[in-house]
T-cell receptor
Framework: SQELEQSPQSLIVQEGKNLTINCTSS?????LYWYKQKYGEGLIFLMM?????EEKSHEKITAKLDEKKQQSSLHITASQPSHAGIYLC???????????FGKGTKLTVNP | GAVVSQHPSWVICKSGTSVKIECRSL??????MFWYRQFPKQSLMLMAT?????????EQGVEKDKFLINHASLTLSTLTVTSAHPEDSSFYIC???????????FGPGTRLTVT
């Protein structure tokens, strides 16, 4: 069964707008990863969250993990066309190094 | 640092033939590598965990005799799709762990098309 649910499945925004992508798990997350993927390419690591309530930022992207460690959000401020791609959240299965992924959120940023 | 490469980036083969995909860690040694498969508009699905010097561990539902994995060195793991069929057409991605944390570094992927 799918362990990670991402929403929305796709998102189209105008350049300069803010947006949020969510990742929800039915189980407690031991480690939550955010990756970006261009279609047909590999994954680019964005951020990893491990602690409840943790928040990390890199440039215009901020990721948060809730206190219960079952939901994470990825927020992009003042989006740019370069932010377009597929955003995937992944979670490790209790420290086993094996990752389970959500289906991804396709982001389109119109100039 | 922590760069992972894959070769080839894309391959087209005829049904019934075998195709080998290589995954290399370029600037670090990877005792563990992972192989994923991604169908269009689907998430990455872990196929197997490749450990240097030992047999790979396959996920439930993945045929080990069809997807042969060899982790011959600390920088190279290969995935061979044997007797490929059109339903094996997919995007195959490998990842590697540096051993210094739980972060995985992904290769650029290999698109396999079986005609």
């Amino acid at each position: 069964s799918q362990e990670l649910e991402q929403s929305p499945q796709s998102l189209i925004v105008q350049e300069g707008k803010n947006l949020t992508i969510n990742c929800t798990s039915s189980k407690t997350l031991y480690g939550l990863y955010w990756y970006k993927q261009k279609y047909g390419e590999g994954l680019i690591f964005l951020m990893m969250l491990q602690k409840g309530g943790e928040e990390k930022s890199h440039e215009k992207i901020t990721a948060k993990l809730d206190e219960k460690k079952q939901q994470s959000s990825l927020h992009i401020t003042a989006s740019q066309p370069s932010h377009a791609g597929i955003y995937l959240c992944g979670a490790d299965r209790g420290g086993s190094e094996k990752l389970v992924f959500g289906k991804g959120t396709k982001l389109t940023v119109n100039p | 640092g922590a760069v992972v490469s894959q070769h080839p980036s894309w391959v087209i083969c005829k049904s019934g033939t075998s195709v080998k995909i290589e995954c290399r860690s370029l600037d670090f040694q990877a005792t563990t590598m992972f192989w994923y498969r991604q169908f269009p508009k689907q998430s990455l699905m872990l196929m197997a965990t490749s450990n240097e010097g030992s047999k790979a561990t396959y996920e439930q539902g993945v045929e080990k005799d069809k997807f042969l994995i060899n982790h011959a060195s600390l920088t190279l793991s290969t995935l061979t799709v044997t007797s490929a069929h059109p339903e094996d057409s997919s995007f195959y991605i490998c990842s590697a762990n540096t051993g210094e944390g739980i972060e995985q570094y992904f290769g650029p992927g290999t698109r396999l098309t079986v005609t």
